[in-house]
T-cell receptor, first 112, second 113 residues
Framework: KAGVTQTPRYLIKTRGQQVTLSCSPISGHRSVSWYQQTPGQGLQFLFEYFSETQRNKGNFPGRFSGRQFSNSRSEMNVSTLELGDSALYLC???????????FGPGTRLTVL | AQSVSQHNHHVILSEAASLELGCNYSYGGTVNLFWYVQYPGQHLQLLLK??????LVKGIKGFEAEFIKSKFSFNLRKPSVQWSDTAEYFC???????????FGKGTKLSVKP
């Protein structure tokens, strides 16, 4: 089975721009979660989707949003980028909520 | 605040030394517990997990962890580390009512050959 894939792998943007990141879960997995990883804060939960519904949201501003499609693929969007949004954004999928999460390689976002 | 604590930020060991990485969490009730590893340049991989049953769980590459409910702990152990175990290790807790996975800050392990 193919693992979790994320596109693009690297992105460079400037402040004020917006960005959309994509995640394709493992086939059959219906739950997708997003995390932000930085050296200072570690792994912080952004949001979780199950069957196209957002189940949970972390403590991030409204500039961070996401969605899940009927095929379980998910996107996250960050609007009005700030320098502090530079991070590795990780997507993880699981069969169901609470089950083992399998992580993708991440998208490295650099905001200049 | 609800949290997951990993006691050591950076651990340096020589090959063949024994390893124990601490993990404590502050949630009551039912939890699912995980240890993940991130090797240099690679993505997060599951080492082992505990959902229920035998509190001593074995994972890949000779790692094991023990869930001690009374101490809210899930410490990771390996009897003899290898240079290839150099990586960052993350403890994570899923609390049912909260519905999302909370990670500790991670412990960097450096193994000297």
């Amino acid at each position: 089975k193919a693992g979790v894939t994320q596109t693009p792998r690297y992105l460079i943007k400037t402040r004020g721009q917006q960005v959309t990141l994509s995640c394709s879960p493992i086939s059959g997995h219906r739950s997708v979660s997003w995390y932000q990883q930085t050296p200072g804060q570690g792994l912080q939960f952004l949001f979780e989707y199950f069957s196209e519904t957002q189940r949970n949201k972390g403590n991030f501003p409204g500039r961070f949003s996401g969605r899940q499609f009927s095929n379980s693929r998910s996107e996250m969007n960050v609007s009005t980028l700030e320098l502090g949004d530079s991070a590795l954004y990780l997507c993880a999928s699981s069969l169901f909520v609470g089950d083992t999460q399998y992580f993708g390689p991440g998208t490295r976002l650099t905001v200049l | 605040a609800q949290s997951v604590s990993q006691h050591n930020h950076h651990v340096i060991l020589s090959e063949a030394a024994s390893l124990e990485l601490g993990c404590n969490y502050s949630y009551g009730g039912t939890v699912n517990l995980f240890w993940y590893v991130q090797y240099p340049g690679q993505h997060l991989q599951l080492l082992l997990k505990y959902f229920s049953g035998d509190p001593l769980v074995k994972g890949i590459k000779g790692f094991e962890a023990e869930f001690i409910k009374s101490k809210f702990s899930f410490n990771l152990r390996k009897p003899s580390v290898q240079w290839s175990d150099t990586a960052e290790y993350f403890c994570a807790v899923w609390r049912g009512s909260q519905g999302n996975l909370i990670f500790g800050k991670g412990t960097k392990l450096s193994v000297k050959p």
